[in-house]
C-alpha cells in the first residue's frame, strides 16, 4: 500500500472538492464538514465523471408526505442520470450492495510528519507548516 | 464547483463510430432566432411569450429533477443553458464519441404546441433556419430536423415542401402530444408531404395539448411525468396504425424517438390480439398491427431499457428487430445514454455497430 | 360436447377460482327495489330506466364485450343470466368459487349522490341475485369512487359480509389513484382485508390517452393497459403502498404483457428521481411482487404459454397471476381459458393459490347474510 500526499487542507475547504490523479485514477476529494472523504470519478452505472454530480444531503421519510432531511452535503448525485452515492461508504443509495464507487481511505497529516515518512507526493512538493491530505491505495 | 477538469482517457477497446439520432441544441439567448422571425412575432414573444395549454407558460408542467433536464456537466464555461455552446457539444460529445452525424431536435417554445397557429408556424420557419445557420453549417456532422407547428397543416405542409430539398434537413420533427392522436386524418396532409419529399416522420417525446398525462387524470410527482411519455407514444402508435395511415402511405416511415423499448412488444401482441376480435369496426386495417410496426416504425435506444438481465434486453432486440434500432444519447439531457456503457449485454461487434451506426446509415440514406 | 377439463393446463380447470366473472344488470328495474323513495320517483319522473348505462368502455355488443357463442339468443344482456353464466363457465370448470366484477354505469354518474344510490342498489341486488343463489359465487363491492366519504360508507355497508371479498374501481376516473384523497378507501380497505380490484373501464372524465381522443373503440381498449402502468405507477409514487402495508391491488383485465416494459422503466426512473418521494424506498418492481397482482385474461401475447413464463422469469415471481375467464367478454376460445403446457405447480397457483393469498375473505366461505352496522 502506497500513500499518496493529494491536496493541502486548505485547497479543499468545507463543501468543496477536488478532482485529482492518484497512480493513473481519476479520484475526488470532498470534504464535508472538515472531514475528508474520496471516491473514484467513474460513474458504476454509465461512465459518467461522478465527482461533477451535485452534492447533496440525504431525504428519508417515515410516511408519504414527510421529507426528513439529514447529512447535508454527504452525497455525490450523479451528473448524469441522478443515483446518490454515499460520499462515506462510496454506496448507492437505490442498491447499496450491487451499485457502489469505489471510495479511498484519507487521512489528515501535518507537514512535518510527512516529511520525515516514507510517501510519494506527486503533485507538489510538502512542507512542514502545512496539513495535507493523504490517500492511501 | 472548485473542480480541476481532466480529460478522460476513453477505453481503447471499441473505436467509436456513431450515428446519435437525438441532440438537442439549445439558445444562448432567445434572441438569436430574431435574424430568421418577423418583428411582428419578435415583439409578440417579447409582450406574450408562449401560449399553452398548460399552467406554466414558460416551465413545463413538472419540474424535472434536473434543471433544464440536463446532464450537470453540460453547463458552458461561457454560460448558456446545456447544448447551447458548439465547442462544448464537440468537446464533450462529438469528438470523444465518434459522432460521424448527429441528428437536431430542437424542442424550445415548443412550436407545434402554441395556440396561436400563426406564431407556432413563424417559430417553426425561424427555427429550421436557425438550426442550419446556427448549427449544421458550423460543423458538417450535424443535421437539421423540419419543426411544423402540425395544428396548422396548412403552413406545416408548406415548410415541408420548402425545406424538402435541403440536404441540411434529415427528418420531420414531431412531439406526440398533439392536439389529437397523431394518426387522425387532420394530419394526414403532413404525412403526405413527407412521402412526397422522402422525409421520415419522427415523433419526439412532448408536446403539450391541454389533456391530461394520463386517462384518469394528471400524476403529481415528475416520476410519474417521466413514466408516461412511453404510454403517449403507445397511444400515437396505435392512433398510426388503427387510421389505417401506413395504408394510405406505404412509403410513410416513422421513427418513436426517446419513447423506451420495453414495451414495443407487449403493445404489438396487445394491437394483434383485439384486432383479431375488433376488425369489423377497422375494416381499413388489413394486416395484423404488429406487421405495420414492424414495416413501418424505427425507435431510438434512449432511454436505454436496464431489465437487471442482460438475456432479457437481448430477447427484447430480438422481439423488437435490431434493424429498428437507432441509437441516440439525448445530448445533454439528464437521462444521456453513452454509446460504450448504456447497453447491458455483450453485444457481438456486429450488432453494435448495427444499432451505432449502420441502422441509422440505411435508415437516413448516409449509405448512398 | 366436448371435456372442458381437457383443453388448458394439464391438471384441468376444476376447482379453478374465477376472478373475473362479469354479471350484467338487465335493466334498471332490477335496481329499483333497493333505491330510496326519492331515487325511484327520480327514475319515474326523469326515465332513468330508459337511459342505458352500458359503458363507453364496454359496448355491449361489441365483439369483445361478449364471446359469440356465449351471446344469449334472445338478445338479453350478455352476462344478465346466472344460469347462463353457470352453463358457460360455473359448472363447466367446476369453478369452485367465481369474482363478480359489476360494470354499470351506477358508478360513473357525474352526481356524487346519483352514484352513490345506484351503487348501494347494485351491490344489494348483486347480493340476493346471484350471491344468494349460487354458494361459489363472490363479488367486489362497486362503489362511487369520486366521493371518498361516499365510497367509504359504502364499502363499510358490506364489511360484515363476507362474500364480498374485493372493492372495485375502473382504471380511469377523476384522480390518479394514488392521491391522497383516495386514501380513506385504501385504508378501510386494509382494515378489511379487502383488496382494491382496479378493472379496465373509464369514466370518461378526460380523453382516454395523452394525446387525446382515438377514433375508435380499438384504441381505447388497446389504450387500457397503459392506463394500468399510468396508475400503478401513481400509488407507489404516491406512497400508497408505505402508508398501507397490507394493501393488495388486484389489476383486472388488464393485459399482463405490459409488466416487463413497465417495472424497467419504473426502476430506473426510481433510481433517478427517489429524492422526490422518499417514501418509496424500494424499487417499484418490488413493491410491485408484493402488492399486485394480476388476472390472466386477456394474456396479450401471440404464444400465452411462453408469455406467462416469461413475464415469470422478469418478475422473479410465480405467485402474481390469477386465473380468470372474464366472462362473458371474448378473450379466449373453446376452453382455452389458460394455456396448455404450463408447470404443473406455476398452473396450480395461477388456479387455486394466488388468489386464496390475495383475497383472505375468499376462504371464509358460507357466511351469514349481511348484518346491519
Redesign the interface.
Known sequence: MTRHVVATVDQVPPGQRLLVTVAGREIGIFNIDGEFFAVGNRCPHNGASLCKGRIVGLVEASQPGSYQFSRKGEFLRCPWHGWEFDLRTGKSWCEPDRTKVRSYELKVEAGETLVEGDLRAETFPVSVEKEYVVLEL | ??????D?KSPAKHRLQVIDCDIHPAMTSWKEIHPYLEKRWIDHLAVYGSHLRHAFSEALSHPR??PDAA???AYPEEGGPPGSSLDLMRKQHLDPNGVEVGMLIPLRWNPGSQRNLDFGAALTRAMNTWQVERWVKQDPRLRASVLVAQEDTDASVAEIDARGGDPNFTQILLL?????????RRYWPIFEAAVRNNLPITVHVGGT?G??????????????E???V???M???M??LV??GVFERFPQLRVVIMEG????????S???????N??R???PHVKRPPSEYVRQHVWFTTQ?M????SAA?LL?LFDRIGWDRLLFATDYPH?????P???FKANLTEAQRQQILYGNARRFYGFDK | MQDPQAAGPSIGLQNAIDCDLHPAVPSMAVLLPYLDEYWREMVSVRALDRLNLSLTSYPQNAPLSCRPDWMPADGTKAGASLAMMQRHVIDRYKLRFGILNCLYGAQVFHSEDMAAAFCRATNDWIRDEWLGRDARLRASIVIPAHNTELAVQEIERRANDFRFVQVLMLVSGEVTLGRRQLWPIYRLAEQLKLPIGIHAGSAYRYAPTAVGWPSYYVEDYIAQSAAFENQLQSMISEGVFAKFPDLKVVAIESGLTWLSGFIWRADKTWKGVRAEVPWVTRAPSEILRDHVRLTAQPIDAADEREAILRLVDHLKSDRLFLFSTDYPHWQFDEDNALPAGLPDALARNILFDNALATYPRLSKADQPMEVAR
Request: zero cysteines; charged letters at 25%; proline letters at 7%.
Open positions: 464547483m472548485s473542480i480541476m477538469d481532466l478522460r429533477m434536473s446532464r450537470v456537466d406526440p402530444r398533439t392536439d389529437e392522436p397523431l394518426g387522425r395539448n389533456h391530461p398525462s394520463t386517462g384518469g387524470g394528471w400524476g403529481s410527482y415528475y416520476m410519474e417521466h413514466h408516461m412511453a404510454q403517449a403507445q397511444a400515437v396505435a392512433s388503427f387510421e423506451g423499448l420495453g414495451w414495443i412488444p407487449s403493445l401482441a396487445r394491437m394483434d390480439k383485439h384486432w376480435r375488433l369489423s369496426e377497422v432511454p431499457e436496464e431489465p437487471g432479457a430477447d439528464w437521462d444521456y445514454d453513452d460504450r456503457y448504456s
